[in-house]
């Protein structure tokens, strides 16, 4: 079966979700295991931490914006 939830947690790219005002509202397994974040750390937080953090994807080396 393909749950949503799991497909979501462990798709092949990083996933962060935020409000209009670049709070983060969700972010997947893939995202957490590329950065070394833990999910506490980054929800309900502003995304600008990840330009700060100076994060990029470890697959391409593009920033993470």
Known sequence: ????????ERAPCGYL???PDGTIIKVNETFLTWTGHRRQDLVHRVRTI?????MSCPSTGRPIA
């Open 1 to 8: 079966d393909d749950d949503p939830t799991e497909l979501y």
């Open 17 to 19: 979700s935020t409000r």
């Open 50 to 54: 990840a330009r700060t953090a100076g």
